[in-house]
């Protein structure tokens, strides 16, 4: 892997080349299932009450 230069970044070709391998720098959406909002966790003493 190359360095980064701090000021300038990394070269078009580097960038587009890592995006290519790795894919875009993005956090996956998890969602809840909607059973599981409504049943609560185990334990809870209200189940499908909000966050307390």
């Known amino acids: 892997m190359s360095k980064t230069d701090r ?9 587009q080349h890592r995006l290519q391998l790795s894919g ?6 998890v969602r809840t299932p909607r059973w599981r909002q ?3 966790k185990p334990g809870d003493r209200c ?4 966050k307390r």
């Open 7 to 15: 000021t300038t970044g990394r070269a078009a070709a580097e960038a």
């Open 24 to 29: 875009a720098n993005a956090i996956k959406e």
């Open 38 to 40: 409504l049943l609560g």
């Open 47 to 50: 189940p499908g009450c909000s």
